[in-house]
């Protein structure tokens, strides 16, 4: 699927107003980011989570053993179909659609990655994306619900054992959520959430297996739903911690955020991180056509078919501009040239 240029909308800004929208006052980041690091935040644990999870894992572990040597080759498939469509459900839905509107959806788009997002399971949309919002708007601060000074940890999974900090909640009080409220397939989900999640994370992944190809629902259930779900879980959190710690930083060096192969392939096209946090309103959140961009080929299939309109993307003269300002230029190079 060929990009058109005239059915894009270009992005005119330089990363700094891009940035500055989101975040409003760069000043005032780095403050809460030294704030931050001064005093270390109180740690509620929540049983449950920690409980939960380590089923969760017991669980998905059982279900590796069985997909390895005991599950047919049609169910290794199926899970491996489970776990693209549920990410492209965070991807293309939660993610690029929704938090950062970086492109417009037709209805029946919009119910398709409602639904394809329930696959995920990662809470409902509405709440995915006002924490992801609060990850852009005051990344590494307290108000970010998965801040890396808190250590990796934490980034990756921590954050979901224990109470949020208040500066989170006070803060992201403070983001304008209309728009997610307005749209009826997101309250739909979010009213629904967990009939949604029971059908399209675990029962249908565990009966389909059974009644297409014989697969017994014991395996079934281990490797499609719990299996799954747990890696496309551990492929998420991967763009909140290895995505802000080993990487190419050819945008922004300053960020903590990184452009990483490896984590692109595992969330269908998502690793280019260091760009999406320089140009978070780019829909095709890197610019690497080497990277496996899925998500990419997903929203240009949408638009190809009249279903998706309005695609941000930034121009080669802002991307340019910002590297040159940060003297990030020879990076750039040296990373296209390797990963493309
Ligand atoms: C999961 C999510 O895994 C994963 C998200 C990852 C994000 C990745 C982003 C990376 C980049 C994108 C790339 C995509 C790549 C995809 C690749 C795919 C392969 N603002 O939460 P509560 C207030 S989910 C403002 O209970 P506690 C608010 O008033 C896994 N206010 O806080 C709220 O009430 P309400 C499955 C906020 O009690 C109230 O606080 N799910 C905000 O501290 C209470 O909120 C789970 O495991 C905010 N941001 O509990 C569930 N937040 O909501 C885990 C809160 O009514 N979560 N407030 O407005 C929990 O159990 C709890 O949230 C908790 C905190 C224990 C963590
Ligand atoms: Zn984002
Ligand atoms: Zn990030």
Redesign the pocket.
């Known amino acids: 699927f060929q990009i058109i240029p005239s059915q894009m909308t270009q992005i005119k800004v330089d990363a700094l107003i891009t940035k500055q929208f989101l975040a409003a006052d760069l000043s005032e980041i780095r403050a809460m980011q030294e704030e931050s690091k001064k005093h270390a935040p109180r740690t509620?644990i929540?049983w449950?989570?920690v409980f939960?999870?380590i089923a969760l894992h017991i669980g998905a572990l059982i279900g590796l053993y069985q997909l390895v040597f005991q599950a047919k080759w049609a169910t290794l498939a199926w899970v491996f179909l489970l776990?693209t469509l549920?990410?492209?459900g965070?991807?293309g839905g939660?993610?690029r659609l929704w938090?950062h509107r970086s492109y417009k959806a037709r209805f029946p788009m919009r119910v398709f990655l409602m639904l394809i997002n329930s696959i995920?399971?990662?809470?409902d949309i509405i709440?995915?994306a006002?924490?992801?919002?609060?990850?852009h708007k005051w990344t590494d601060t307290d108000?970010d619900?998965?801040s890396t000074n808190r250590g990796m940890f934490f980034a990756h999974?921590g954050?979901?054992?224990?109470?949020?900090?208040e500066q989170?909640?006070?803060?992201?009080?403070?983001?304008d959520l209309s728009d997610l409220y307005a749209d009826p397939v997101l309250m739909f989900q979010r009213k629904n959430y967990l009939p949604l999640v029971g059908i399209f994370c675990f029962a249908l992944p565990t009966f389909i297996p059974v009644a297409f190809w014989g697969e017994s629902a014991f395996i079934s259930f281990y490797t499609a739903a719990l299996f799954r779900y747990c890696f496309?879980?551990h492929?998420?959190?991967?763009?909140?911690s290895v995505?802000h710690w080993i990487g190419w930083q050819p945008y922004d060096h300053q960020a903590s955020s990184v452009d990483n192969l490896w984590?692109s392939v595992?969330?269908?096209g998502?690793g280019g991180?260091n760009y999406?946090h320089t140009f978070p309103q780019d829909y095709r959140?890197s610019e690497h056509a080497g990277f496996l961009n899925w998500t990419r080929v997903l929203i240009d299939t949408g638009a190809a078919l009249g279903l998706v309109y309005d695609r941000k993307t930034t121009a080669e003269e802002v991307i340019q501009r910002q590297c040159k300002n940060y003297g990030c230029e020879a990076e750039r190079v040296k990373m296209l040239q390797k990963l493309g």
Request: overall charge positive.
């Open positions: 509620e929540v449950r989570n939960l999870f776990h549920g990410s492209m965070v991807t939660a993610h938090a995920a399971f990662q809470n709440e995915w006002r924490d992801h919002r609060c990850h108000a619900p998965h999974m954050w979901l054992l224990v109470k949020k900090h989170l909640k006070v803060q992201g009080a403070k983001l496309t879980l492929a998420t959190w991967c763009i909140n995505s984590t595992a969330a269908v998502e991180h999406h959140t």
